[in-house]
């Protein structure tokens, strides 16, 4: 685990310059504190920061075949290299180390850009080629790991993990992209491909990219999807039984380490899981640990406690305090882009105490995409059954003007929210699911955005991203097309991005069983009544799980991993708020109106609506544009 970062030249042979290549490479130097190394020659510079757990001794990079024609820098572990080096052994190749980043290497001289199909793991690279004249970038299927890269003007292609690496090097334009806040005030990040400047973008999950020199930029190509064909014939005991073997293959992968691991241990139905499947493939006992919180409407530490106390692991727990909002500056400088998950300060805790005591943990992500979880879906489906009989005409005329006079009921329980059921209904799926994502939805961000910023937009809408996708899911099931846009969106944009630079902040390396890709590949074949039967999401799952995790830690509510935003913005945030939003960089863009700023504010500090989730999103993007350094002359003209 590790950053990586580098510079290509695309047009010529020119020699990087060594202290930009250092300056990019140590602004990142949280994700690999252990060893550090930069390769210089003609055309190419390449630098990497490395955490070490495996091949401790000899993994170190960047890492050459060996004429050292070809280098590589690595983020990320290839769980089956073992299996892929006797492959490529079988093939006349030799290895001088045990590390899955040689591994990598030799993939590529023996299958070049295909390599990647045979890469089990977590990862992004880049390889360059100096045969070949070229730069070879990938990233993993479902986006665990992130890749950033940039052209600049003079002909300099960057990357790096994140994306303070790309403007260390200080010859990329921070022109802010229009798009990318509409499609963040929406959605609370920036979704794949973007990034929040114009000229930086983020290479997509299962993507890869061939760059040679002296030819124009490519478009990256997709490698990998997910098909949701749903149409195994297996029945329930068999289905379950399956299950737990591919769990347990994914766990075991994972537990490949020179260091100590452990895994987070929530108390919801995923973290268990995996805890269950570490517990009884290792006789020594898990290292877990837990989150709690002061306030007993957040804290699931009881639950985690059960699977804790029947695996017998040794759990650790620390309650945080309910009033801890003292990371907004730092989220800003973690992320690097408006980032406005609130669970993100959760999450670095939780990261923090795991590092106390090991440097790999194992997390229960992905469950919910690929089980259908969410309680989104549940109410998403009876949207649909509600949709299915009427046509769209119809809905749009009779249940369009419904919403728009039917009063907003923030405070009510979803399903009794008239008026957002009635928005959802005149909607087609894709702009009904999209409404359901929404932080601050369209007539509110109608409302912030000022005219002028409107006009940048050009009628641009942030609901073509789930469009885009949408149009490749190949499925005509409503609820394999919800987990289809969640698994290319709020997966890798907001989940994997709050959890890598969480974990990274620290030098802590996560690992993702439920995300592994032959596992989600054989989920996605399962019929979708066998993941949400009625109002039981997960159904399979919890079935499966049922011999390995207590009733009551399968079966109960799912609280997720909030924290009380309203209370703090009526309470201890309320001054810090109102002068950022009202006299900080935020206000100063032009981007937005302060009237309908200040009727948010003043509405949500005397209880009379709750606007907790736009406030924040607001507080997290002026917390951005203070972390880069965007007055208002510079936020004006990037818009």
């Known amino acids: 685990m590790c950053g990586i970062t580098g510079l290509f030249d695309t047009r010529g042979q020119r020699l990087p310059e060594r202290e930009r290549l250092h300056r990019m490479n140590e602004s990142q130097h949280h994700r690999g504190p252990d060893e550090g190394d930069l390769h210089i020659e003609p055309g190419v510079g390449f630098g990497h920061r490395r955490l070490s757990v495996i091949d401790i001794a000899t993994g170190q990079q960047p890492i050459f075949n060996d004429d050292k024609s070809v280098a590589l820098v690595f983020n990320g572990e290839v769980y089956n290299y073992l299996e892929l080096m006797d492959e490529l052994r079988g093939h006349g190749y030799v290895f001088r180390t045990k590390s899955d980043s040689e591994a990598i290497v030799r993939a590529w001289e023996h299958w070049g850009e295909d390599c990647v199909h045979h890469l089990r793991g977590m990862f992004a690279f880049m390889i360059h080629d100096r045969r070949r004249d070229c730069l070879f970038m990938a990233r993993d299927r479902l986006g665990v790991k992130p890749l ?30 229009p798009r990318a806040v509409e499609a963040y005030f929406a959605l609370g990040y920036v979704p794949d491909p973007w990034t929040i400047y114009r000229h930086a973008q983020k290479l997509a999950p ?21 098909k949701f064909t749903l149409d195994a014939k297996i029945g329930e005991e068999e289905a379950a039984e399956e299950l737990r073997r591919r769990l347990a293959e994914s766990v075991k992968l994972r537990l490949k380490a020179e ?134 005409a119809l809905r749009r005329g009779v249940f369009g003007p419904l919403a728009r006079l ?61 469009h885009h996708h949408a149009r490749r899911a190949n499925t005509d099931d409503p609820l394999a097309l919800i987990q289809y846009l969640d698994i290319h969106t709020y997966l890798p944009g907001d989940i994997n991005t709050k959890v890598d630079r969480a974990s990274m902040a620290h030098s802590l390396e996560v690992r993702e069983p439920l995300m592994d890709h032959p596992l989600v590949e054989w989920i996605a074949t399962l019929p979708s009544d066998l993941k949400l039967r009625g109002q039981e999401g997960k159904y399979i799952f919890k079935k499966a799980l049922e011999p390995m995790l207590p009733h009551d830690v399968l079966y109960r509510p799912k609280m997720g991993f909030a924290v009380p935003l309203a209370r703090w913005l ?49 507080l997290m993007f002026d917390a951005f544009l203070r972390n880069a350094g965007l007055g208002s002359a510079t936020a004006r003209a990037a818009a």
């Open 148 to 177: 950033h890269y940039a052209l600049t003007e003079d002909g300099w292609l960057l990357f790096g993990s994140e994306l303070k690496s790309l403007m260390a090097h200080g010859g990329l334009r921070q022109e802010i992209d």
């Open 259 to 392: 260091v100590p691991l452990g895994a987070f241990l929530s108390g919801g139905v995923d973290s268990s899981a995996v805890v269950a499947a570490m517990a009884q493939l290792d006789d020594q006992p898990v290292n877990t640990c837990s989150i709690g919180f002061d306030d007993p409407k957040f804290n699931e530490t009881e639950f985690a406690q059960m699977v804790a106390d029947r695996y017998r692991t040794n759990h650790r727990v620390e309650v945080v305090n309910s009033d801890d909002f003292g990371l907004v500056d730092l989220l800003a400088h973690l992320y690097d882009e408006p980032y406005a998950d609130s669970s993100a300060i959760p999450t670095y805790r939780v990261c923090e105490l795991a590092r106390k005591h090991v440097t790999v943990a194992l997390s229960g992500d992905g469950g919910d995409e690929s089980f259908g979880g969410y309680r989104r879906y549940r109410m998403h489906m009876m949207e649909e059954r509600m949709r299915g009989a009427f046509p769209l």
């Open 570 to 618: 009526r309470g201890p945030l309320r001054e810090q708020t109102r002068q950022a939003l009202q006299h900080g960089a935020l206000a100063q863009t032009g981007w937005f109106s302060q009237s309908a700023i200040a009727r948010l504010l003043d509405q949500h500090e005397r209880g009379a609506m709750d606007h907790a989730q736009p406030l924040w999103v607001l």
């Open 406 to 466: 039917y009063p907003k009921a923030d405070w009510a329980p979803r399903v009794f929210r008239a008026k957002t059921t009635f928005q959802a209904i005149a909607r087609n799926s894709v702009d009904a699911y999209f409404n359901t994502m929404g932080l601050v939805r369209d007539p509110l961000r109608n409302e912030l955005f000022s005219d002028a910023f409107k006009r940048e937009l050009q009628g641009w809408h942030a609901s073509e991203v789930f």
């Open 206 to 226: 299962g993507h890869r990219l061939l760059v040679k020199r002296g030819q124009p930029l490519g478009e990256p190509q997709r490698y990998w999807d997910v």
